[in-house]
């Protein structure tokens, strides 16, 4: 039995053509950012966290390339009545106390966020690393393109990726 597998045909859009450019602009940016934390410290102890998220806007931008309007939530569920064999109003316990017609629910925990340990503070990267200079500039000019611009009218939650 043979198993063929379809190459992913990306969609031919304006927004996919926006999303390569950034994935080669980040690839760019991730070589080097790999060449200049050979010799620096600092940078090389935050350098794993700065790729990773770089990674991920990319895939994140792509992501958003190829469904560019977002997709509506759903409704919470309607509350379900409770069980038919539920305690009555004036119910008693086994102790003589009124008994609760609703127990107590118990509620999960969420889940930590990850922690984010990057620098906060504006030009933090270019201080570390005064070679990654020109790809500030670089995504300034991506940025203020007029297809880009449109792009993020017709997909807001890319601000987030950016």
Excluded: C
Aim: no cysteine.
């Amino acid at each position: 039995m043979y198993i063929f597998r379809t190459a992913f045909v990306p969609p031919d859009t304006e927004a996919w053509a926006l999303a390569e450019r950034f994935a080669l602009f980040v690839g760019r940016l991730r070589m080097s950012l790999g060449a200049a934390m050979e010799d620096n410290g600092p940078l090389m102890s935050v350098g794993a966290r700065i790729w990773n998220r770089l990674t991920e806007a990319a895939e994140r931008f792509a992501l958003i390339a190829a469904h560019p309007v977002a997709r509506t939530r759903r409704r919470p569920a309607e509350p379900t009545p409770g069980p038919e064999n539920a305690a009555p109003e004036n119910a008693v316990s086994e102790d003589g106390t009124p008994a609760d017609p609703e127990p107590a629910r118990r509620l999960r925990a969420r889940p930590k966020k990850p922690l984010r340990l990057l620098p906060r503070g504006y030009g933090w990267l270019a201080r570390m690393a005064p070679d990654l200079v020109p790809y500030g500039i670089e995504l300034a000019y991506f940025l203020a393109q007029p297809e880009m611009a449109e792009f993020l009218a017709t997909a807001p939650r890319l601000w987030n990726v950016l």
